[in-house]
């Protein structure tokens, strides 16, 4: 082993003058997609100005102590590996509909008794994972970055009387997806992994000139300094139905987690570090119900970043956790964020739910397509829909049908999950390239535990990648260095 392969170590810590800049670097490149989701939930729930504001902050405050609890770990929470935590997609459409039918403390109550739910069940989970091959986490993946689609055409239009935007809104939208795509086409690589950063500010910037596009009064009564307090929207009540549509959210996390925890390193992962690993994530949404933010999961565009610069310390994670924790800690930084017009951040939303769909089609190219499993496909896709294109379709029946199946998201998912127990098989799985992305991933392909009906221990399989005759081809980490393949291997006992 070379000496430079030495100090490039999932333990090793790096130099403080690098420590910083690299973990900035997680930082920007996981920020658009981390405020992202209280921005959408916020404005669902009517929340403007300080409210708005302080959702985000809570949202960076507790992303920050997630990441550094999940990279330095304490006791049995924690995997020990360069994982940024925030907040997951996945929970968007069920907490809207929640939302439509219960007060926003109902919502945080559901968040709290899902990061519990996930805790319990953490030592138990590999043995659930046969319910969610790529078939099925594929199409929820295309599903939510569908669903979401119609969030950004809502921030453009946003304001006007019937519906339609403006040629301002609709320029500034337009240039800023422009200007994205532009930045990713000849922009250095470091530039093009924060593309939809650079677009936001990018656009807020050319808006300024715009009179009455741009409002930043928030920005001069916001606080430099403010503390993110517990149930700060009030107590939390916990309701059944909530609860269980957000239930499902805890698995789908658990889920993209795993994938997330063998993807990050060459280092195999054993079942008592998933558990740690998934018990960390239950900790943070349990803490996210707590302080009223929402429900986290392992970032897979970060998993991407580790594998491009081939630094793979965890403290760089534990230093972006900080980063986070302070930013979560200044008002002003949040409500410049709210102060962002809507029509750049509809731009801005067509790039990041775009990419969200994306990865979901990337991990459907992975499956063999028979008749049947096209099918589980087009149903599910086709039920998740019907409520985007049609909002009153479920309002007849009965109030836990419409919390449901109003969020396309859960409904998708739910359809997707039987239906591949009725119609799906071995011919789901293809495992010529198991290297799967997880919904959150923005960047880069995160390797998805399989699993295989022959396997022992935890029930997943090696992840490997062949080549066209069947042999396995050399794995390189991010320095040109052979590696071994990614696999979660059973813990022996002591």
């Excluded at 953490?122 to 689609?149: K, N």
């Excluded at 302080?291 to 310390?313: D, W």
């Excluded at 896709?381 to 919390?403: E, K, N, R």
């Amino acid at each position: 082993m070379s000496t430079t392969r030495a100090r490039n170590t999932v333990d090793s810590i790096p130099p403080l003058a690098r420590l910083f800049p690299l973990g900035l670097q997680h930082v920007l490149a996981m920020y658009a997609g981390a405020v992202a989701v209280p921005l959408i939930v916020g404005r669902a729930f009517g929340f403007e100005g300080a409210d708005l504001a302080y959702l985000i902050s809570a949202d960076l405050f507790v992303a920050g102590i997630a990441t550094i609890l999940q990279s330095v770990g304490f006791w049995r929470f924690g995997v020990r590996l360069p994982l940024m935590q925030g907040v997951t997609f996945a929970a968007v459409g069920p907490m809207v509909a929640i939302g439509q039918s219960y007060p926003i403390t109902a919502v945080f109550g559901a968040t709290i008794a899902t990061g519990v739910f996930m805790m319990v069940v953490a030592p138990f989970f590999s043995q659930l994972l046969r319910f969610f091959p790529p078939i099925v986490t594929g199409t929820v993946i295309l599903i939510i970055g569908l669903s979401l689609m119609g969030v950004a055409a809502g921030w453009i239009v946003d304001g006007s009387t019937d519906g339609s935007g403006s040629g301002t809104q609709l320029a500034f939208a337009a240039g800023t997806l422009l200007f994205i795509v532009l930045v990713e086409r000849f922009g250095p690589r470091a530039l093009a992994r924060v593309s939809v950063l650079l677009g936001l500010v990018f656009g807020t910037i050319v808006a300024a000139f715009v009179p009455g596009m741009v409002d930043m009064s928030g920005v001069g009564d916001a606080a430099w300094f403010g503390v993110v307090t517990p149930f700060h929207f009030g107590l939390p009540t916990f309701e059944v139905v909530p609860i269980l549509s957000m239930l499902i959210v805890g698995i789908v996390i658990m889920t993209e987690t795993t994938g997330d925890m063998i993807a990050v390193v060459e280092k195999p992962v054993t079942r008592r570090q998933l558990a740690d690993g998934l018990r960390a994530d239950g900790f943070g949404t349990m803490l996210g119900g707590i302080f009223n933010t929402f429900p986290y999961t392992a970032f897979a565009q970060n998993v991407g970043l580790v594998s491009l610069t081939g630094v793979r310390s965890r403290w760089v994670a534990t230093m972006a956790g900080a980063i986070l924790v302070i930013l979560g800690l200044l008002p002003k930084v949040a409500s410049i964020v709210e102060g962002v017009p809507r029509a750049v951040l509809g731009g801005a939303g067509v790039a990041l739910f775009g990419m969200v769909a994306a990865s979901g089609i990337r991990t459907l190219a992975k499956v063999k397509f028979d008749n049947r499993n096209i099918l589980v496909v087009a149903l599910s896709v086709g039920v998740a829909l019907l409520p985007t294109v049609s909002p009153s379709i479920y309002h007849q029946m009965p109030d836990w049908f419409q919390l449901i199946f109003d969020s396309g998201i859960s409904a998708g998912a739910i359809a997707a999950i039987l239906l591949n127990l009725l119609l799906g098989g071995s011919s789901s799985r293809d495992g010529r390239d198991p290297h799967l992305p997880t919904h959150d991933g923005l960047r880069g392909p995160a390797a998805a535990a399989l699993v295989h009906p022959d396997a022992t221990g935890t029930g997943l399989i090696p992840v490997q990648i062949l080549g066209k005759d069947g042999a396995e081809l050399v794995t390189l980490d991010g320095e040109g260095n052979p590696v071994e393949p990614h696999v979660l291997v059973p813990e022996k006992d002591t």
